[in-house]
């Protein structure tokens, strides 16, 4: 099974900072990452897939990155409605999911 | 405007089988030829687990650690698609959700949307 870590557990940051988010895989996964973000008692929602791109009416301040075992989610110029646990997925080998990155606003 | 929705007992006793159903709105699950339709559920313990994945012909991929125990189907009549796990245990308790599972390049990739997903509990 594709082990994803991410990092960090917590991210606090003020409106308008860079939020970047980490996932590595335990082996290579090419680039089939996604990337969802999840607010309490709603659906999560995705944000980008192939590693780098933007699922349909995402906005441009979420941008994905990465190949191999190394991947990063950046949020530039945070809005108060980004606070979520944001998770990534991988493809490569069956579907298995990283532990998720809280993203607090201050 | 896509939107999925989980339905089914919010309480299972060990040994039994539970069954989730969900009801697909904004597309029609018969005549999608580009996508599998998933669960998938989160446990504090381990997360988000993906549980498996349905075609419009009954066509399934399974997580191979739940194999054993799960069944999906899809109703194409009502617009849904079902889950049975059997021989559930509190390790099955979760918050369960449904998805549309894209297909890329010819193979499943993400999940594109989600449910709000229902918190299934196992206990006697």
């Known amino acids: 099974e594709i082990v994803l870590t991410q990092s960090p557990a917590t991210l606090s940051l003020s409106p308008g900072e860079r939020a970047t988010l980490s996932c590595r895989a335990s082996?290579?996964?090419?680039?089939?990452v996604a990337w969802y973000q999840h607010k309490p008692g709603q659906a999560p929602r995705l944000l980008i897939y192939?590693?780098?791109n933007r699922a349909t009416g995402i906005p441009g301040r979420f941008s994905g990155s990465g190949s191999g075992t190394d991947f990063t989610l950046t949020i530039s110029g945070l809005e108060p409605e980004d606070a979520a646990v944001y998770y990534c997925?991988?493809?490569?080998?069956?579907?298995?999911f990283g532990g998720g990155t809280k993203v607090e606003i201050q | 405007q896509m939107q999925l929705q989980e339905s089914g007992p919010g309480l299972v006793k060990p040994s039994e089988t539970l069954s989730l159903t969900c009801t697909v709105s904004?597309?029609?699950?018969?005549?999608?030829?580009?996508?599998?339709w998933g669960w998938i559920r989160q446990t504090p313990g381990k997360g988000l687990e993906w549980i498996g994945s349905?075609?419009?012909?009954?066509?399934?991929f399974y997580n191979p650690s739940l194999r054993s125990r799960v069944i999906m189907s899809v109703h194409t009549s009502g617009n849904r698609f079902s889950l049975k796990l059997s021989s559930v245990s509190a390790a099955d308790t979760a918050l369960y959700f449904c998805?549309?599972?894209?297909?890329?390049?010819?193979?499943?990739?993400?999940?594109?949307?989600w449910g709000q997903g229902t918190l299934v509990t196992v206990s006697s």
């Open positions: 904004g597309d029609s699950i018969s005549s999608s030829t580009r996508y599998y």
């Open positions: 998805a549309r599972h894209e297909i890329l390049g010819g193979r499943l990739a993400h999940f594109d949307y």
């Open positions: 997925q991988q493809r490569s080998n069956w579907f298995t």
């Open positions: 192939d590693a780098s």
């Open positions: 082996q290579s996964v090419s680039n089939y």
């Open positions: 349905v075609y419009y012909s009954g066509s399934t």
